[in-house]
């Protein structure tokens, strides 16, 4: 059992980062690049993610005790304000992964092996419930007391007693809708699309509904207004930031018929915005999906890890339309093996791009020193 004094000592390190100037500083960097204002600055938040904080947790064992999560998250962003990049000072609940929505649908969900420390922790894979398109027809929404919604409750005022009030607190990191949709029928929806389009848009929008609500009964019980979109990562962005990696598989076509009427259901209950995530590898760019999004109004960011090269090439496309939150994942080694280093990268991308706005960065650092080697870096490119 997690002893409360480890606990306390890992909240209390938390005091020694309380800085409201600066994290002031930071919303505005965020806010400006998301909105095109010229600053001078491409914004990088460099996340300290020591793997030595989880070592040795069986995730099944631990996964709905908070006071596990808090005192491997607490050391974590400890860690990262050390650093003093351009993130801000928040905790996510982030290893249900996609497990709460798709829970409140009856999915089972199938546990990795261990835990990890990381902002990025996927959680749970939840397992289709529906073998047939058909049966959505009869289904309707259901209800928010099912499935893992307790188990958030739990987290979240547990949470919320313990920590800093200048901690802002995010729940699960909200599922994509048709990500979310297309777990519960499995792959098969791919060619349902076409065979059964409106049924398709039925699950989608219904979860949709539920997404919406998921997040609206988190901020209720932590007290975050519902048009203040700090995600996961210590971004304050556009709206909800909704992880809709499955929609690699569609074309731009289906992306605008499926799922835009579904983000705008998400967006209207945040503000009117959209933030939009899908992953991507330096093999795998999926950069269909970019000019989807450009034709939706509503979504105002697009975050995608190598979208920081999408966004040099086509900026002018971009500009005052779509801004771009990129470079976690693989990039880092990405730009070191292409340039030789991330500082002859650095030396090369910030001068040129540091004027133009519209881009949020933020990576993973393994340790507080290869953290604070990073951002001397990026501080001195500026400089250029």
């Keep these: 059992m997690m002893q409360k004094s480890q606990i306390k000592q890992s909240l209390k390190r938390l005091e020694n980062y309380y800085n409201p100037k600066r994290f002031q500083e930071i919303e505005q960097l965020h806010k400006n690049a998301f909105d095109w204002q010229g600053q001078g600055r491409i914004p990088l938040g460099i996340h300290v993610v020591n793997p030595e904080h989880g070592k040795g947790l069986s995730y099944n064992d631990v996964w709905l005790n908070p ?35 798709t829970s409140l649908f009856g999915a089972k969900q199938h546990m990795p092996d261990n ?11 939840p397992l289709a419930v529906y073998s047939n398109i058909v049966e959505v027809a009869e ?74 609500l998921i997040e609206q009964e988190f901020r209720r019980i932590v007290g975050t207004a519902l048009d203040k979109p700090y995600s996961n990562f210590g971004v304050l962005g556009a ?99 292409k340039y030789g280093s991330f500082e002859v990268w650095a030396n090369e991308f910030v001068p040129r791009f540091k004027n133009k706005s519209g881009l949020v960065l933020y990576m993973n650092a393994s340790c507080v020193a290869e953290g604070k080697r990073i951002w001397e870096i990026w501080q001195r490119a500026h400089e250029n």
């Design 139 to 212: 289904i309707e929404a259901p209800s928010l007391d099912s499935g893992l919604m307790s188990d958030v409750e739990n987290f979240a005022r547990y949470y919320n007693q313990n920590l800093p009030s200048w901690v802002y607190l995010v729940g699960p990191m909200p599922t994509g809708v048709f990500s979310a949709a297309m777990e519960l029928r499995g792959s098969s929806m791919l060619m349902d699309l076409i065979d059964r389009p409106e049924l398709c848009k039925k699950l989608i929008s219904l979860c949709a509904n539920r997404c919406v």
């Design 115 to 125: 835990v990890g420390a990381s902002l990025n922790e996927v959680g749970p894979t």
């Design 67 to 101: 006071e596990v999560f808090l005192d491997i998250q607490a050391k974590q962003l400890a860690d990262t304000l050390e650093v003093g990049s351009d993130t801000l000072p928040v905790i996510g609940i982030n290893h249900f992964g996609d497990a709460v929505l």
């Design 239 to 337: 709206g909800l930031r909704l992880g809709e990696d499955s929609i690699c598989n569609i074309s731009r076509e289906m992306i605008m018929e499926f799922c835009g009427p579904a983000f705008t259901q998400v967006n209207d209950s945040f503000g009117g915005m959209g933030h939009i995530h899908f992953c991507s590898l330096p093999h795998s760019r999926f950069e269909h999906i970019y000019p989807a999004l450009l034709e939706m109004p509503e979504v105002a960011v697009v975050s995608s890890q190598f979208g920081f090269e999408y966004y040099q090439q086509n900026i002018e496309k971009l500009r005052d339309k779509l801004a771009v939150e990129s470079f976690y994942g693989d990039a880092y080694e990405y730009v070191c093996e």
